[in-house]
């Protein structure tokens, strides 16, 4: 295993321990322009998530609704909106297919579908990053590192596989000499492929695991340099509790 990525494990709570969690519930906010855009501009906010940390396995509740959820799995992918019961309401299979191209970023609608997919994938790997990452089908290996104002972090090359429902394959990791995550650099497929830098803040402990508790995505130039001047989207997580 790279030694970064095993001492960011270390440092998050341990793979060890890690693979006797059998679920992970979080409280979590997500907001900002981004989600308007889609014609879903409160969708997200003040949402109970419940995953499954080993399997590509997500809920949230309530979605569009106070009575629904959304529900994704993968391998294959679907996607399905049900009652609390659990009751299918909505579903589809192979949703990446689905979006719309070319995407506009102010102005292209998602349907319920097409939401809860994007969240969804991206909200399991936030939550189970960095475990995720020493999968056997997963690649990670140190780069060069970044300077960020007077801070060197160094980063992670991690390379996802199909069978991981994602922003897009190749994204990098950026940690301080804490080995805390400070910022993910990704392009989201279904977005069409904008240079995202992406911040963590605010990270708490929680069971002996450590999130980060804020999070704000960004743009960034050719150069790497992010605009911390517009946040397309924001993420809050209040609390996180793992079984």
Do not use: C
């Not at 989600?35 to 003040?46: H, K, T």
């Not at 609390?84 to 579908?113: C, D, H, K, M, Q």
């Amino acid at each position: 295993m790279d030694k970064l990525l095993n001492d960011v494990l270390d440092a998050h709570g341990g793979l060890e321990n890690w693979s006797k969690v059998t679920k992970v519930t979080a409280m979590v906010s997500l907001h900002g322009p981004f989600w308007e855009a889609r014609g879903w501009p409160d969708v997200y906010m003040s949402q109970t998530v419940v995953l499954d940390p080993h399997h590509e396995h997500i809920t949230f509740a309530p979605f569009t609704a106070t009575d629904r959820m959304s529900v994704l799995d993968v391998w294959p992918e679907r996607v399905k909106i049900t009652d609390l019961r659990g009751n299918v309401i909505e579903e589809r299979a192979n949703p990446r297919a689905s979006f719309p191209a070319p995407f506009e970023p102010a102005i292209t609608p998602w349907n319920a579908i097409q939401v809860a997919y994007f969240t969804s994938a991206a909200v399991w790997n936030y939550l189970t990053a960095p475990f995720v990452f020493a999968r056997p089908d997963v690649v990670a290996h140190e780069i060069a590192p970044w300077i960020e104002g007077e801070e060197t972090w160094r980063r992670l090359a991690v390379t996802f596989p199909e069978a991981i429902a994602n922003h897009n394959a190749d994204q990098v990791f950026y940690y301080d000499d804490t080995f805390m995550l400070r910022r993910m650099d990704y392009s989201p497929d279904v977005t069409g492929k904008p240079p995202v830098a992406h911040y963590a803040y605010d990270h708490k402990s929680f069971d002996g695991f450590v999130f980060p508790t804020r999070r704000l995505v960004h743009l960034h130039d050719p150069e790497g340099v992010a605009d911390h001047g517009f946040a397309p989207i924001a993420i809050d997580v209040t609390s996180v509790k793992l079984d």
